[in-house]
């Protein structure tokens, strides 16, 4: 009655050690084994292959892509993992001005009759970028929520880039979602600044939001896992009428 959950920027595969091991990464996904995963700074490259098919392979998770950028070398953005049943995919625009294109994947998932709305995302570097992309995203979840279908939770997760608690986009974050203070994620081996969120909503579904420290986490990025727990019950047990 519960789904683990995870972010996990994986800086192209570029370890601390600024070599290209996408092995290192399975094997921090392996070994969280989560069934909801959002990864940042995927890159595809047309020379190698296929890095979505590796990580999952072997697994029951398979892949969502949510690319935001094409390259010579290969095409570049935000994939989603889940083992769970992909009931709609709809990609966002979040490109602003001339800045990087950015984007994210809100991908509802089946859950039995639980119906779950995941948005994966990595925002851009700047204030304003960030505010501007925030706005658009929360604007999105708004419209989910409003519609027919409307998803029973909702789970925000990635790399916002934002490491002010007190800076505006979080304080909109927190108006949405009960967000409390996440640990540091970045830089991997000396982690000072909590870039990377999992936020969900109603109240009371998420729990146990924590980053993996170990040894081959710290070498495999410059980024750290974020994992947390869905508590599907808890949900359930707010919708049972009182006796």
Known sequence: MSLGLASYNIHRCYGGDGLHRPERVRQVLRDIN????ALQEVELLHDAPELLDYLC??????????????????????ALLTSLPVESVHRIDLSFRKREPRGALQVTLRYDDFRLCVVATHLGLRAGERRAQLRRLLHALQT?????RAPDATVLMGDLNEWLWWARSRRWLRKVFTEKRTPATFPARWPLLSLDVIVARPAGVLRDVRVV????ARIASDHLPLVATLDVAAYRHTQTPAA
């Open 213 to 216: 420290n170990n040894p081959l």
């Open 34 to 37: 989560a069934q909801i995963i």
């Open 144 to 148: 989910a929520e409003a519609s027919p």
């Open 57 to 78: 392979d072997g697994t029951d998770l398979t892949a969502v892509r949510g690319l935001t950028l094409t390259r010579d070398a290969g095409d570049y953005g935000n």
